[in-house]
């Protein structure tokens, strides 16, 4: 299998990685970085589970082939939490819990950062753009009743404290 290198920003970090030219984004993160946030549920870009945020968009990385995230930033869960200067859960994460929006928690990662997109383009979203927001991501267990929700009370604490967001 021929390989090639990729040069890459994840969570914060330059990082450079030789690969199977095949691999996508999803197996970089979870096979090369140990970054098992992301989760593969259908591999045809229908679910939504493997979301991350590529150059600040949620992508779907099983759709992602590695080489075309070369030389661009990559945001998963695990960056979310650790760039938080008090190391407390992201307010998106704590909202997620407060609500009980996640379940089996599955969805959870993608919602997370597919929520987080929106709120840092929209600090004010509707009932609809949330709904339009998560509409890729889905949920199996929760309804997405408490998901809104969540959304919306991590949109009110991130409107008082408005150094949370990234
Ligand atoms: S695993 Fe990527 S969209 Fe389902
Ligand atoms: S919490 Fe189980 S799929 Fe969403």
Known sequence: MKEIEVNLTINHKKVSRTVPANWRLL???REGFSLTGCKEGCGVGECGACTV?????PVNSCLVL???AEGKEVLTIEGLTAA???EELH???QAFIEKG???CGYCTPGMVL??????????????KEIKEAISGNLCRCTGYKQIVEAVQLAADWLKEDGDYIE
């Open 53 to 57: 945020l590529l150059a600040g968009e």
């Open 91 to 93: 307010p998106l994460q």
């Open 66 to 68: 590695v080489g075309q």
């Open 27 to 29: 197996d970089l993160l």
């Open 101 to 103: 929006a996640i379940q």
């Open 84 to 86: 938080n200067k008090e």
């Open 114 to 127: 597919s929520s987080l997109a929106l709120l840092r383009r929209n600090a004010e979203p509707g009932v």
